[in-house]
C-alpha cells in the first residue's frame, strides 16, 4: 500500500502560478522504483493525463495544453513529487491527482487530490 497526499491546490487568479506537492509513504528503498503522474479532472469531464516523471526522474511528459507552463519533478530526499504551475489560465481549474505506478508491475496508487480554480 501506498499513501499519497496532495496539497498545495486553491484559488489563484489567471495569469498567478501554484506548486503542488505529492507526499509520498514511500521509503528511501522504494522511491526510485516508482514513476509518477500528475492528473487533472476538470468539473463535467474525465481524468486527464497533465504530467509524467520517470521512476529515474530522466524523462519527462506533458500534455499540449501545460507545455511550456507547468514543471513536474521529484525531490528523493522528501520522497515527494511536484508540479509547478506558471501562467494559469481558467482551463487549468479541477482536481489535480497524484498517481504513482511501480516500474515492471501493474500496481499503481491513487492520491484523493488537491483542487485548483483559476478564476478573477
Known amino acids: 500500500q501506498v499513501q499519497l497526499v496532495e496539497s498545495g491546490g486553491g484559488l489563484v487568479q489567471p495569469g498567478g502560478s501554484l506548486r503542488l506537492t505529492c507526499a509520498t509513504s514511500?521509503?528511501?528503498?522504494?522511491?526510485?522504483?516508482?514513476?509518477f503522474d500528475w492528473y487533472r479532472q476538470a468539473p463535467g469531464k474525465e481524468r486527464d493525463l497533465v504530467a509524467h516523471?520517470?521512476?529515474?526522474?530522466?524523462?519527462?511528459n506533458y500534455a499540449d495544453s501545460v507545455k511550456g507552463r507547468f514543471v513536474i519533478s521529484r525531490e528523493f530526499a522528501e520522497r515527494s513529487v511536484y508540479l509547478q504551475m506558471n501562467s494559469l489560465i481558467p482551463e487549468d481549474t479541477g482536481m489535480y491527482y497524484c498517481?504513482?505506478?511501480?516500474?515492471?508491475?501493474?500496481?499503481?496508487?491513487w492520491g484523493s487530490g488537491t483542487l485548483v480554480t483559476v478564476s478573477a
Open positions: 514511500l521509503s528511501e528503498f522504494t522511491f526510485n522504483n516508482y514513476g
Open positions: 516523471i520517470s521512476s529515474g526522474g530522466d524523462r519527462t
Open positions: 498517481h504513482a505506478k511501480r516500474r515492471f508491475s501493474s500496481s499503481y496508487w
